[in-house]
């Protein structure tokens, strides 16, 4: 790595407090022989961060429109051998430049990053340190006001021991910054089945790289209805095997519901997560996914269509994730056993099983009146996937649909039509 050169003494008599909310602009008479035309630094630290298996977000706004070529901030007690991550980022959560670094760059407490990253004056950027599991990374920062300072999205009272210069460009617009893609961004709104809602953000035009170990992105959504959250999908591409973690958490902050996932849970640009936990009108709820390999996963972003706080590492971005969220309206009673579902409503019980269902999905009416019953296989687009009538004449009827040919995994919706009766069952394909 190449050393920092800058006269550091001068910078600490001219830039205290917190720095990352307001310019520092050195003049040339001021700077001498220093090739930057600004300087952010916060040179005092009182207090340790540690950080094992998580990402350590500084966010920042440029003071000057230019590049940066170096970073260097504070640290202390890198594990020998281990290899700690390091980027920038700007606010549609684009990668624009990264390194890595060890105990061995570690000289007189200060780790030097060589980085090559162009900014413009006045937006908005972070670095994102990432530490190892089981490889403790120590980061020296100075107490203060919360804002800037986030380790795994948890704010931090204070601000990262850390300098860095911009050298001043004559640059009117960086076009790669955004990674921009031609994205659909029509909104089909709440289309759905006559029983479910859904909240979703469709099309993208840039994308979210969660590419180290412990990197994850959230994204907040209000629920359009009361009922159960019955599946959560997300657009993405994933790379080798990935290996994640998918949590949802209420509005206290508190867990409701986690599983891992895997590339295998994904289908044709797209990961599928049944949930099935029950949700108020309004509440709002944060969807986290964290990187637990370095395989790699390109989550899809939409910047035109926001419905949530969309973060990556804890700093905010100028966008949403492509996903949608599922919601069955009204109270459902379910048997919990795990290849029965039975629900109850108007005095039928309609019982499916096996669900999750594979290569068969059988459907059982009990208690229902006479006459033709019409049962509906559908996804959640509402195309009929599967039909057929039951002759209810006994107590109970029973039907089965071949579903080997249905290739996606997920959920669908099971609709039962007698007379003026229309029930809905979600079901799940394996």
Do not use: W
């Not at 709440?190 to 994850?216: M, P």
Request: net charge negative; with cysteine.
């Amino acid at each position: 790595m190449k050393k920092f050169i800058y006269p550091l003494a001068a910078v600490a008599a001219l830039f205290t407090g917190n720095l990352y909310a307001q310019d520092a602009i050195l003049s040339n008479s001021q700077k001498g022989d220093a090739k930057y035309d600004c300087v952010k630094s916060v040179s005092n630290h009182n207090r340790t961060l540690v950080a094992s298996g998580e990402v350590v977000t500084q966010t920042f706004e440029a003071c000057e429109t230019g590049s940066i070529d170096q970073v260097n901030f504070k640290a202390k007690n890198l594990t020998d051998g281990a290899t700690y991550g390091a980027q920038i980022v700007n606010s549609f959560g684009y990668v624009m430049d990264r390194t890595s670094f060890g105990n061995d760059d570690l000289k007189n407490g200060t780790i030097t990053l060589d980085l090559n990253v162009k900014v413009h004056y006045g937006k908005t950027y972070s670095l994102q340190l990432t530490a190892p599991q089981d490889k403790p990374m120590g980061l020296r920062y100075e107490s203060g006001p919360r804002g800037t300072l986030t380790k795994d999205g948890d704010a931090v009272n204070g601000e990262l021991a850390m300098t860095m210069g911009i050298a001043a460009e004559g640059m009117q617009h960086v076009a790669a910054a955004s990674q921009t893609r031609g994205g659909n961004t029509e909104n089909p709104g709440t289309r759905a089945l006559s029983n479910e809602c859904k909240v979703a953000v469709n099309g993208f035009d840039n994308t979210i790289s969660l590419d180290e170990a412990g990197h994850f992105a959230t994204q907040a959504l209000y629920a359009c209805s009361e009922g159960m959250l019955k599946q959560v999908s997300l657009k993405l591409r994933a790379y080798g095997e990935f290996q994640g973690s998918f949590e949802i958490t209420n509005n206290r902050g508190a867990s409701v519901f986690s599983r891992r996932v895997s590339a295998r849970d994904g289908q044709n640009g797209e990961l599928f997560i049944p949930v099935n936990i029950p949700v108020e009108q309004g509440e709002r709820l944060t969807l986290n996914i964290k990187a637990l390999n370095n395989a790699g996963l390109l989550l899809h972003g939409n910047s035109k269509e926001k419905v949530g706080k969309c973060t990556k590492n804890g700093a905010e971005l100028g966008l949403n994730l492509e996903f949608t969220a599922h919601i069955e309206m009204g109270e459902l009673q379910d048997d919990t056993s795990d290849n029965i579902d039975a629900v109850t409503k108007a005095g039928t019980k309609v019982t499916t099983y096996p669900n999750p269902f594979t290569n068969q999905l059988s459907v059982r009416l009990e208690n229902a009146g006479e006459g033709n019953a019409v049962v509906q296989l559908l996804d959640f687009s509402g195309n009929v996937l599967r039909s057929d009538v039951i002759d209810v004449k006994e107590a109970s009827e029973e039907i089965s649909f071949d579903t080997n040919s249905i290739s996606r995994a997920g959920y669908y919706a099971l609709r039962i039509i007698q007379g003026d009766n229309v029930k809905n069952v979600t079901v799940m394909k394996r």
